[in-house]
């Protein structure tokens, strides 16, 4: 009996929100799994966006980096495109684009530009990028769309309102879509991590504000941004194949 590994090779991935943190990781490590990668983000800064594609063709693989606002569906659907075009077929969607996980007003207090932002940032930009992107995979009968849900879509954290709401949504997103394309051998997952130790992260917070985050955790630690890797590559990869419309917590216990 074969044993399926986490290999990617031959495969077309498009990973979003990947100029920095843990999109940056993810196109890399995919990248290093053998998959030819296609990255974006919405901004270029001093290169970061550049400096992606190029590593990704540091393994030899194939890539494109695109300045996008995925929160518009005409952008969404030239960006599919351009993959399909330039690259090849697209076999995988990493939906890790977002934003505002940090402190904002409470929920009752929120205005509705804000709300409106993170909801089209982070739970608008995965159904527009997925929407384009399984057109192509019902064509071919086969995909895997991968969303990066959090833990915050788990659980009521105060000052975060909007950004559970967003992620909640995507954990519904990813379920439904799972039902919807399962026929077609199209799998749509999601990761829900806690809190990683981006160089954002590490960056806004001192050492007692860490500390204090640590203890909520019963590893008593953030996770590293390599640890997200793993549970990545098996979400993406036929290791997982008979899993679809799941939601893999990876929290250091956060929810238990």
Known sequence: MSIPNLSLEGKTALVTGSRRGLGKAI?????????????????????????????????????????????????????IRQVQEEIGGL????????????????????????????????????????????????????????NMASAAGMKAFTKRGSYNIAKAGIIMLTRNLAWDLGKYNIRVNALAPSQALTERVRARMDPETRKK??????????????????????????????????????????LA
């Open 27 to 79: 196109a890399l490590a995919m990248a290093e799994a053998g998959a030819h990668v296609a990255v974006c983000d919405r901004i270029e800064e001093a290169g970061d966006l550049t400096g992606v594609f190029e590593a990704i063709r540091g393994f030899g693989r194939r890539s494109l980096a695109v300045r996008v606002d995925l929160t518009q569906k005409a952008d969404v659907e030239n960006l």
């Open 91 to 146: 076999d995988i969607l990493v939906n890790n684009a977002g934003g505002r996980a940090g402190l904002s007003p409470l929920l009752h207090e929120t205005s509705e530009e804000d709300w409106q932002m993170v909801m089209d940032n982070n739970l608008k930009a995965a159904f527009l990028c997925s929407q384009a992107a399984v057109k192509g995979m019902i064509e071919r009968k086969k995909g895997n769309i991968l």
């Open 213 to 254: 985050a640590e203890r909520s955790y019963p590893l008593r630690r953030l996770a590293g941004v390599e640890e997200v890797l793993g549970p990545v590559l098996f979400l993406v990869s036929d290791a997982s194949s008979y899993i679809t419309g799941h939601t893999l917590v990876m929290d250091g216990g956060l």
